[in-house]
Nanobody, 115 residues
Framework: QVQFVEFGGGLVQPGGSLRLTCAASVINLSIYTMGWYRQAPGKQRELVAVITNGGSTNYADSVKGRFTISRDNAKKTVYLQMNSLKPEDTAVYYC?????????WGQGTQVTVSS
């Protein structure tokens, strides 16, 4: 059964950093395109960052230069390094794996940026 589990969220002050981790229960992570999404209260879920199975990355304009997505296929793990966090980054962050047209979502981890 394909499963993705996020952890690493929490409360951080503005300007601080967090690293989110997505651990995958899959046979071969390298075949998946992986993404991080977030959903703030009252808002739609939005793409934060994506990394293809070839290692290409793409970011939402709001996080460019502050967030970095990476993957370690051997460890079956995907990371989201978040620096210079802002209150508007507060949301539930979700990991998504895509293989062909099938999406697999994690349960989400809460990130709160507040002083």
């Amino acid at each position: 059964q394909v499963q993705f589990v996020e952890f690493g969220g929490g409360l951080v002050q503005p300007g601080g950093s967090l690293r989110l981790t997505c651990a995958a229960s899959v046979i071969n992570l390298s075949i998946y395109t992986m993404g991080w999404y977030r959903q703030a209260p009252g808002k739609q879920r939005e793409l934060v960052a994506v990394i293809t199975n070839g290692g290409s990355t793409n970011y939402a304009d709001s996080v460019k230069g502050r967030f970095t997505i990476s993957r370690d296929n051997a460890k079956k793990t995907v990371y989201l390094q978040m620096n210079s966090l802002k209150p508007e980054d507060t949301a539930v962050y979700y990991c998504k794996g895509t293989f062909y047209a099938t999406n697999y979502w994690g349960q989400g981890t809460q990130v709160t940026v507040s002083s």
